[in-house]
């Protein structure tokens, strides 16, 4: 099994190996066992965090390099005729904490792209888009804290402990003349 260990950096030029096609669920993970197009067993043994992405590059323990493919997957294509009606869908659909894929055809036309859901899709079509139910690659926007355009690992760690002393009496007595 080849030991995928190392993200390389796009910038990078390197020789591909072979390529890896995998859902979005599953390029969200940094453990994983799979196997490559051609059939090799690989493992991943990546840090935590960051999404794969299509045409991203990992090497292995070894050297060789596995270039990532998003593979096609069910998704909902919301299309919507105008930049106002685009960005009114966005904003409700991202509300909902909804991983979004946007972008356009070659026609022109602009489109959202998202996890089939019949909410979801109930509220795209209230807000004027027309739907398409189909398979492609689901590779959504990084988000707000991604590095031009990059996923990175963003994490806090909080170790606070609290001690209050209560040197004073919790007796609530109260006279009210009335």
Do not use: C
């Not at 390389?8 to 072979?18: C, L, N, P």
């Not at 991203?56 to 096609?72: F, T």
């Not at 398409?132 to 990084?142: G, L, M, R, V, Y």
């Not at 031009?148 to 402990?161: C, I, K, V």
Request: proline letters at 4%; charged letters at 20%; zero cysteines.
């Amino acid at each position: 099994m080849l030991e995928l260990i190392q993200r390389i950096d796009g910038s990078t030029q390197a020789d591909v190996y072979d390529t890896l096609t995998l859902p979005y669920e599953l390029r969200i993970r940094g453990r994983l066992k799979a196997v490559t197009d051609s059939g090799l067993d690989v493992g991943l043994f990546l840090d935590r965090g960051p999404v794969l992405r299509q045409g991203d590059l990992l090497q292995a323990s070894s050297g060789e390099v596995i270039q990532i493919r998003a593979a096609d997957e069910p998704v909902t294509t919301a299309y919507v005729e105008d930049g106002l009606a685009l960005g009114r869908l966005s904003y409700h659909l991202g509300n909902r904490h909804v991983s979004l894929a946007l972008g356009s055809d070659t026609d022109g036309r602009y489109w959202v792209r998202f996890p089939p859901d019949h909410v979801l899709e109930e509220l795209a079509v209230l807000l004027g888009a027309t739907l398409s139910h189909h398979q492609a690659p689901f590779d959504p926007e990084s988000g707000a804290y991604a590095q031009a355009g990059r996923e990175h690992s963003h994490s806090h760690s909080h170790s606070h402990e609290h001690h209050h002393a209560h040197g004073h009496s919790h007796d609530d007595n109260h006279n009210h003349a009335h």
